[in-house]
């Protein structure tokens, strides 16, 4: 007899705890009149509102119950959201070379940021909004401007960031390094990036068959 397998996803909700205590007392006008609104909810309802909650004093029995954890969780992930959209966002693929360069770039920096992978063949009109062309990497500054391409976001982080340059050298030597740069990113893409995203990705969305181990391992 067959068994059927059913798999769960539970994503992690997070957590409220006495380190966390106060982390909405600082919240922007929004999130200040978002709280509000469930406090009202909460209070006509007999339970203790979400601002009293979080800036009293913890107590485990009344803080970790389900009726106050899981809302004083739900505020805190939404403040955090205020937080991010203020975060550098850096849209690209796992195998694109080009993307590969600048997440190495950005570590080298000690640049943080939010990653968002993006799959350029599905031309999403959100994603055409940052860049017409539809390619990655595409950097979203904390202002909103939209940086496109791997060699204009190093160029762009060469010049804007205050830490020690990662092209060093002459005029010729910087020149000569970029040169690199170029050579090794369109060579990748076509003899390893490319292959791997057609056999091992592409193919199974457009329904071409199985990856060819043969092309593969070329």
Known sequence: MTKNRIVV????????????????????????????SHDKVRLSEGLPSISVLDSGTFRTKTHMSGENVSPLIYACINNMTEVVKFMRVLHH?????????????????????????????????????LNPA????????????????????AEYLEETEDKTPLLWGSASERAEIRRLMDWFEGKFMREVGAPLLNERF?????????????VISR
């Open 9 to 36: 996803i539970c994503p992690g909700r997070g957590s409220y705890s006495r380190e966390t205590s106060n982390y909405l007392v600082d919240s922007d006008s929004n999130m200040t009149s978002l709280i509000k």
């Open 93 to 129: 693929h796992e195998l694109y070379a080009s993307s590969r360069i600048i997440r190495l770039v950005m570590a080298e920096r000690g640049i943080v940021c939010l990653p968002k992978s993006e799959q350029p063949w599905d031309r999403v009109e959100e994603f055409l909004r």
């Open 134 to 153: 539809g390619d990655v990497p595409v950097l979203m500054t904390e202002d909103g401007e939209a940086i496109c391409g791997a060699s204009v976001i």
């Open 202 to 214: 592409i193919k199974r969305f457009v329904d071409e068959g199985q990856p060819s181990s043969v």
